[in-house]
T-cell receptor
Framework: AQSVAQPEDQVNVAEGNPLTVKCTYSVSGNPYLFWYVQYPNRGLQFLLKYITGDNLVKGSYGFEAEFNKSQTSFHLKKPSALVSDSALYFCAVSGATNKLIFGTGTLLAVQP | GAVVSQHPSRVICKSGTSVKIECRSLDFQATTMFWYRQFPKQSLMLMATSNEGSKATYEQGVEKDKFLINHASLTLSTLTVTSAHPEDSSFYIC???????????FGEGSRLTVL
């Protein structure tokens, strides 16, 4: 069975500092990995994905994520956080079943 | 990017009534759409996979007769919550995958409140 773990319910970071939101996964076969962001009472917006190729993936709004096969991780990163980055972030994985399974979400709070 | 539109964004109904939520792919054809449910401060739970021209595939524990899904065309899927009760109150989100593209595109969600 496929699963995603986001170990942190909330991440706090000061504006201008680097941020990391953690994600680990379990899936049969090759993983397709995604990060989405959700603002209050809104749908999800796609940030980035890893399908194949370079382990470092660059996405929207300056975010990037690194696929680490040995650690089964796909952590989301940004070199310099903005207050406007404050939102709920979801990691998701799709494997052989073609279904997209989401983690529990991590609330990112960026303080001015 | 691809756009998925959901309507209505908010709906309030009385207990026992039925509510229909529409999900449209605006600039692409979607043979498959997905319906998710999100409880407050929780993750998205996949409810069912909607297949154009055939029956939906429901996840374990989701009542087929409670949550009716119809995917009558390549651009429209509907979710009908039948005989709604307060415990059905939730945020319902649809999504679709553009053919040949890996990621899902999501609608803006529909907040259902059953009184």
């Amino acid at each position: 069975a496929q699963s995603v773990a986001q170990p942190e319910d909330q991440v706090n970071v000061a504006e201008g500092n680097p941020l990391t939101v953690k994600c680990t996964y379990s899936v049969s076969g090759n993983p397709y990995l995604f990060w989405y962001v959700q603002y209050p009472n809104r749908g999800l917006q796609f940030l980035l994905k890893y399908i194949t190729g370079d382990n470092l993936v660059k996405g929207s709004y300056g975010f990037e994520a690194e696929f680490n096969k040995s650690q089964t991780s796909f952590h989301l990163k940004k070199p310099s956080a903005l207050v406007s980055d404050s939102a709920l972030y979801f990691c998701a994985v799709s494997g052989a079943t073609n279904k997209l399974i989401f983690g529990t979400g991590t609330l990112l709070a960026v303080q001015p | 990017g691809a756009v998925v539109s959901q309507h209505p964004s908010r709906v309030i109904c009385k207990s026992g009534t039925s509510v229909k939520i529409e999900c449209r792919s605006l600039d692409f054809q979607a043979t498959t759409m997905f319906w998710y449910r999100q409880f407050p401060k929780q993750s998205l739970m996949l409810m069912a996979t909607s297949n154009e021209g055939s029956k939906a595939t429901y996840e374990q524990g989701v009542e087929k007769d409670k949550f009716l899904i119809n995917h009558a065309s390549l651009t429209l899927s509907t979710l009908t919550v039948t005989s709604a009760h307060p415990e059905d109150s939730s945020f319902y989100i649809c999504s679709a995958r553009v053919p040949g593209v890996g990621e899902l595109f999501f609608g803006e969600g529909s907040r259902l409140t059953v009184l």
